[in-house]
């Protein structure tokens, strides 16, 4: 068992230097651990060891042989912002981790829109409707978020759109084969997909990023930045050197459609307008009042 510890303590210290800032253990993770720590000390010479529950001493088996996830480096080629979208793109495809996570027929997705827009939004993952067009927020709460970008009298060619995830976090399906229902992608997984996120930025350069929604402001700004996402919402950030707003996903609106809710993602869009210079109107100002 010191060998499955060590092994564990070794592939820590490599996630770490290879950036990773944080790594999911469940309670019952831990519990299993912390069982199997106690089951390696030597017993009293007058009773036998005692084993841990069959339960534990099998996740604890499963966390030490589990296979590391490594951290993408990713190096953009020379050449124009359309070419070295199309590298990092097919990077995205051909990466194993990528291709291991997708059901079949389904697309990673990547950023879309203007490489030189001074605004770009960053939301946490693709659904159902993305993974198949193989494009970030083309759903429900895409076609919301255009309405909100239109609102900004811009258009959704203006500006890049990306993701924090490459594909869509796994859920169980049903006796039909589909995924119903989505769930937050683990810290595990949003390190392995920042990578592609950042060159994603170097690219387009944009004057300055949105953050919609709890997991990308995480992913952004670190899992232990903020507990409830109104404690860092409609406020400016910093992310490499770039203004970071952070707001609700438009999927908030979808949940709870009334004008206070529209109201407090507009006036965080409003910070956003008057950031990146762009005009306003009255009429905008009073939006949802």
């Given at each position: 068992?010191?060998?499955?510890?060590?092994?564990i303590?070794?592939?820590?210290?490599?996630?770490k230097?290879?950036?990773?800032?944080?790594?999911?253990?469940?309670?019952e993770?831990?519990?299993?651990l912390?069982?199997?720590?106690?089951?390696?000390?030597?017993?009293?010479a007058?009773?036998?060891?005692?084993?841990?529950?069959?339960?534990?001493?099998?996740?604890?088996?499963r966390?030490?042989v589990?296979?590391?996830?490594?951290v993408?480096?990713?190096s953009l080629?020379?050449?124009?912002?359309?070419?070295?979208?199309e590298?990092?793109?097919?990077?995205?495809?051909?990466d194993?981790?990528?291709?291991?996570?997708l059901?079949?027929?389904k697309?990673?997705?990547?950023?879309v829109?203007?490489?030189?827009?001074?605004?770009m939004?960053?939301?946490?993952?693709?659904?159902?409707e993305e993974?198949?067009?193989?494009?970030?927020?083309v759903?429900?709460?895409?076609?919301?978020?255009?309405?909100?970008?239109?609102?900004?009298?811009?258009?959704r060619?203006?500006?890049?759109?990306?993701?924090?995830?490459?594909w869509?976090?796994?859920?169980?399906?049903?006796?039909?084969?589909v995924?119903t229902?989505?769930?937050?992608?683990?810290?595990?997984?949003?390190?392995?997909?920042?990578?592609?996120?950042?060159a994603q930025?170097e690219?387009?350069?944009p004057?300055?990023l949105?953050?919609?929604g709890?997991?990308?402001a995480?992913a952004l700004?670190?899992?232990?930045?903020?507990g409830?996402?109104?404690?860092v919402?409609?406020?400016?950030?910093?992310?490499?050197g770039?203004?970071?707003?952070?707001t609700?996903?438009?999927?908030?609106?979808?949940?709870n459609?009334?004008n206070?809710?529209?109201?407090?993602?507009?006036?965080?869009?409003?910070?956003?307008m008057?950031?990146?210079?762009?005009?306003m109107?009255?009429?905008?100002?009073?939006?949802?009042l």
């Amino acid at each position: 068992m010191r060998l499955a510890l060590t092994a564990i303590t070794d592939e820590l210290r490599r996630l770490k230097a290879g950036g990773v800032v944080s790594v999911s253990v469940s309670d019952e993770g831990l519990a299993a651990l912390r069982g199997a720590v106690r089951a390696s000390a030597a017993p009293p010479a007058d009773r036998p060891p005692e084993a841990p529950p069959a339960r534990a001493r099998a996740i604890a088996e499963r966390a030490a042989v589990a296979p590391a996830v490594p951290v993408p480096v990713v190096s953009l080629p020379a050449g124009n912002k359309r070419a070295r979208w199309e590298a990092l793109h097919q990077l995205v495809v051909d990466d194993p981790v990528c291709r291991a996570k997708l059901r079949p027929g389904k697309k990673v997705v990547l950023g879309v829109g203007d490489l030189d827009a001074r605004i770009m939004f960053v939301g946490e993952a693709p659904g159902a409707e993305e993974e198949v067009q193989g494009e970030p927020f083309v759903g429900p709460a895409g076609q919301l978020l255009n309405k909100m970008i239109s609102g900004m009298a811009l258009s959704r060619a203006e500006v890049y759109i990306g993701n924090i995830m490459n594909w869509r976090p796994d859920l169980p399906v049903g006796a039909d084969g589909v995924q119903t229902g989505n769930r937050p992608p683990t810290d595990a997984e949003m390190a392995h997909c920042l990578p592609y996120l950042r060159a994603q930025i170097e690219i387009v350069s944009p004057g300055l990023l949105v953050a919609l929604g709890a997991s990308a402001a995480k992913a952004l700004l670190g899992p232990k930045a903020f507990g409830a996402l109104g404690e860092v919402r409609g406020r400016w950030h910093d992310f490499g050197g770039l203004p970071l707003m952070v707001t609700y996903h438009p999927s908030y609106i979808l949940r709870n459609p009334t004008n206070r809710t529209k109201r407090l993602i507009w006036e965080d869009l409003l910070k956003v307008m008057e950031r990146a210079s762009l005009p306003m109107t009255d009429k905008q100002r009073a939006f949802f009042l």
